[in-house]
T-cell receptor
Framework: AQRVTQPEKLLSVFKGAPVELKCNYS??????LFWYVQYSRQRLQLLLR??SRESIKGFTADLNKGETSFHLKKPFAQEEDSAMYYC?????????????FGQGTILTVHP | NAGVMQNPRHLVRRRGQEARLRCSPM?????VYWYRQLPEEGLKFMVY????????ESGMPKERFSAEFPKEGPSILRIQQVVRGDSAAYFCASSPPTEGQPQHFGDGTRLSIL
């Protein structure tokens, strides 16, 4: 069965420190992975997806099929990065996006 | 583009009543998804619809829950005879008909059962 695990419910760092939000998945098919972010009082929005291999707001994430991981990283955290982050796996195949979400990690960046 | 619109934002019902949650997708989007988020949990897929068709309802509870996306008007998630365990946040997302496009989410409806 497909599953997404985000082992850290809460993560606190200081401004300027590196940050890594962990995500592991379990899926027998070819995975398509996303990171979604929810800032305070805003709706859930797409941060990045592994197939685009781009950096958004300084964040990157690399799909590691051997370790079944898709960790989100940023070398220098900013206060405005404080938010809830969800890792999600598309299990609908290529035809549509049936997303399986992790439980989310609340990131707090202290000044 | 106003984005995905869900209403109401908050809905309170007593046990046994019906709850109707509405979702208007983004302009140009013909695919709608419903997710449920129970307290302390991640979002869980419920159903995927296209206009007038249910494509995948594998995440829908077998009883009391139904969804539709008519030719005209918003998508509706309907919960009959609500129970306390239905209290959750219900999120709608939409995507365009082009394959592989990411989903855009609404603000969600927080359903509370008294």
């Amino acid at each position: 069965a497909q599953r997404v695990t985000q082992p850290e419910k809460l993560l606190s760092v200081f401004k300027g420190a590196p940050v890594e939000l962990k995500c592991n998945y379990s899926y027998s098919g070819s995975p398509e992975l996303f990171w979604y972010v929810q800032y305070s009082r805003q709706r859930l929005q797409l941060l990045l997806r592994h197939i685009s291999r781009e950096s958004i707001k300084g964040f990157t994430a690399d799909l590691n099929k051997g370790e079944t991981s898709f960790h989100l990283k940023k070398p220098f955290a900013q206060e405005e990065d404080s938010a809830m982050y969800y890792c999600a796996l598309n299990t609908g195949g290529t035809s549509y996006g049936k997303l399986t979400f992790g439980q989310g990690t609340i990131l707090t960046v202290h000044p | 583009n106003a984005g995905v619109m869900q209403n109401p934002r908050h809905l309170v019902r007593r046990r046994g009543q019906e709850a109707r949650l509405r979702c208007s997708p983004m302009k140009g989007h013909s695919h709608v998804y419903w997710y449920r988020q129970l307290p302390e949990e991640g979002l869980k897929f419920m159903v995927y619809l296209q206009k007038e068709n249910i494509i995948d309802e594998s995440g829908m509870p077998k009883e009391r829950f139904s969804a539709e996306f008519p030719k005209e008007g918003p998508s509706i998630l309907r919960i009959q005879q609500v129970v306390r365990g239905d209290s959750a946040a219900y999120f709608c997302a939409s995507s365009p008909p082009t394959e592989g496009q990411p989903q855009h989410f609404g603000d969600g409806t927080r359903l509370s059962i008294l």
